[in-house]
């Protein structure tokens, strides 16, 4: 049986080009950058080139871009970083529809240090509402961190605007656009964001290897201190393997980015709406005018998500639901509760998100098993 990867928010395929760029600094050139001799240094200039490529993908400055072991640690540094430089501010704004890397943090503010966190609310879509935004910056904000695009159900967000009410009010502002890197054009030399966080796996490229964009001139704090690495600004030895493969996996999201929105998109749309076709009881979670081309969230009354996806697992194919299971209890995600999704229809939320990868074959068996699928498992639901 064929694997149906329809999970690529989650975590995506090494390219294969991305893998081969990598072997070379695990067999033979595995030198030190920091070492005197040649054959380490030699690798510094594979580090250079990465920084180059991502910067280039991002429209930002080479000198901009930190390398880190992953997007949470990039969202971690960013918000440490504008605590330790603001000390005598005390309020951050998020929202109540960011990634756990972001909301854990700020509760750990909020809890133990004494720093009051406004969560943006949204509407039944997702969406933010810019008079409450304007409303919540005040004198004492530190920092402003919104997700570029939620991994959920795809929302994306203003944050062109979003920033620039932040400058207006001498605010920083960090975005996690881990999960919009790679699918929708980013150009930061007209976005005037401080920080942003990018992950290397969420964009074909390796797990373990993140990125914190920091604008230059921004103050900033090291998270990690021990070595002159990357400038002072994050101690270790660099994970030069992964740096390589990151900048592999931007140079191919460079090239491919504009063709594979409209191929991605268009197969989405396809699973969707045959999906919406064939299956009563049934409606798409999110902001449909505003999302990321390879997301799609489909939330189907009366029927355990989980139950879902173990039924697709069995026809091999890999999707995520809209439930987390926390302390053994299914709980809807705090995005769909977030939204207020009722709950005979979040239980029954499955996240299809798709890559370059995905094929027209995959989409059709998909929208053909699906419906069956749903059916059965209302037959034998309690609820009707
Ligand atoms: C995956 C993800 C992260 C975390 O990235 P890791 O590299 O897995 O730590 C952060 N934010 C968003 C929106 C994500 O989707």
Not at 5 to 21: C, H, I, K, Q
Not at 44 to 73: N, V, W
Not at 192 to 203: A, E, I, N, R, Y
Not at 237 to 257: H, R, S
């Amino acid at each position: 049986m064929n694997t149906i990867y329809l999970d690529n928010n989650a975590t995506t395929r090494v390219a294969p080009e991305v893998f081969e760029a990598m072997t070379p600094y695990f067999t033979e050139l595995y030198g030190n950058p920091s070492s005197m001799h040649s054959f380490g240094g030699q690798v510094g200039h594979a580090i250079d080139k990465a920084r180059q490529s991502i910067a280039s993908l991002l429209g930002a400055q080479p000198s901009e871009i930190l390398f880190t072991s992953c997007g949470s640690e990039s969202d971690n540094t960013a918000l440490a970083a504008a605590v330790q430089t603001r000390p005598e501010k005390k309020h951050i704004i998020t929202t109540r529809m960011e990634h756990p890397a972001i909301l854990a943090p700020c509760q750990h503010l909020e809890r133990r240090q004494g720093y009051r966190v406004t969560y943006l609310g949204v509407d039944s879509k997702g969406r933010l509402d810019m008079d409450e935004y304007r409303e919540a910056l005040t004198p004492d904000t530190a920092l402003v961190s919104i997700m570029f695009a939620n991994n959920e159900v795809g929302n994306i967000y203003p944050i062109q605007q979003m920033a620039a009410m932040a400058k207006e009010k001498d605010v920083l502002f960090h975005t996690d656009a881990v999960q919009a890197v790679g699918k929708i054009g980013i150009n930061l030399a007209e976005l005037p964001v401080d920080f942003l966080s990018l992950s290397g796996h969420k964009l074909h490229g390796p797990k373990g290897i993140g990125v914190l964009y920091i604008r230059k001139g921004v103050r900033f704090a090291p998270y990690l201190r021990g070595g002159h690495q990357e400038r002072g600004r994050r101690a270790g030895t660099e994970n030069v393997p992964y740096i390589v493969g990151m900048g592999k996996a931007a140079e191919l999201a460079a090239a491919n980015i504009v063709q594979e929105q409209v191929q991605v998109a268009a197969l989405r749309d396809q699973l969707e709406k045959e999906i919406l076709a064939h299956v009563p009881l049934c409606m798409v979670n999110g902001d449909t005018e505003n999302r990321l081309p390879n997301t799609s969230n489909i939330a189907f009354k009366n029927v355990e998500g989980e139950a879902i996806l173990l039924m697709l697992d069995r026809l091999g194919i890999c999707a995520s639901s809209g439930s987390a299971c926390t302390s053994g209890s299914l709980e809807p995600s705090h995005v769909l509760r977030a939204m207020g999704v009722p709950f005979t229809f979040a239980h029954g939320s499955v996240r299809l998100s798709l890559s370059r990868y995905t094929t027209q074959e995959e989409v059709e068996f998909t929208a053909r098993e699906l419906p069956a699928v749903i059916e059965n498992l209302r037959a034998l639901s309690p609820f009707k």
